[in-house]
């Protein structure tokens, strides 16, 4: 079975910052990485899939990168809007979601 | 508009049975795997299982497999979980979702807890 570690499992930021989610897998799944962000008492919702492609409206400070075991999703300016917890999920192989990144306010 | 809407969850005893069905509408239903994921309370996601096109190929998360059947009736454009044997760990939220690689539309999720 694939593992899917991210990191960190909390992060402080501000409104404005710049702020990177990162996530290793156990094996190589390729480009077959999702991104998700989910709010309080919401369903989870698809930011970015196959590692860097964004979803329909998602908007353009979203960025997803990286192969392999190794990836990452970038929020270029933190918006209030972005408060929230962020999952990578692997679907090459089955399917496994990381712990979770919850961003909260500093 | 894509829809997808849970329902039958609730309250059961260790041991006992429970199904979940999943109603989807506005997509060609055909098209597309279907996949259950669940989040136990205050927790991460995890999926449970996925089903293909036609219902021929199934695959399972370990701690799921000989207890859960996924299935999907495509005459109804549904997905269901039947969930036997069930355990206080099998106590969440469970999504249906749409699963063309990436799970990009998600139900409202229906509640399962596992209680004596």
């Known amino acids: 079975d694939i593992q899917m570690t991210q990191s960190p499992s909390t992060l402080s930021a501000s409104v404005g910052d710049r702020v990177t989610i990162t996530c290793r897998a156990s094996q190589s799944v390729g480009h077959w990485l999702a991104w998700y962000q989910q709010k309080p008492g919401q369903a989870p919702k698809l930011l970015i899939y196959?590692?860097?492609s964004q979803e329909y409206a998602v908007p353009s400070r979203f960025r997803g990168s990286g192969s392999g075991t190794e990836f990452t999703l970038t929020i270029s300016s933190l918006q209030p809007d972005d408060f929230a917890t962020y999952y990578c999920?692997?679907?090459?192989?089955?399917?496994?979601f990381g712990g979770g990144t919850k961003v909260e306010l500093k | 508009e894509v829809q997808l809407v849970e329902s039958g969850g609730g309250l059961v005893q260790p041991g006992g049975s429970l199904r979940l069905s999943c109603a989807a509408s506005g997509f060609i239903y055909t098209d597309y795997w279907m996949t259950w994921v669940r989040q136990a309370p205050g927790k991460g996601l995890e999926w449970v299982a996925s089903?293909?096109?036609?219902?021929?190929?199934?695959h399972y998360v370990d701690s799921v497999k000989g207890r859960f059947t996924i299935s999907r009736d495509n005459t109804k454009m549904s997905v269901s979980l039947q969930m036997n044997s069930l355990r206080a760990e099998d106590t969440a939220v469970y999504y249906c979702a749409r699963a063309p690689g990436s799970y990009d539309y998600w139900g409202q999720g229906t509640l399962v807890t596992v209680s004596s």
């Open positions: 196959k590692a860097s």
């Open positions: 089903v293909n096109q036609d219902g021929g190929e199934k």
């Open positions: 999920h692997q679907y090459d192989s089955d399917s496994t």
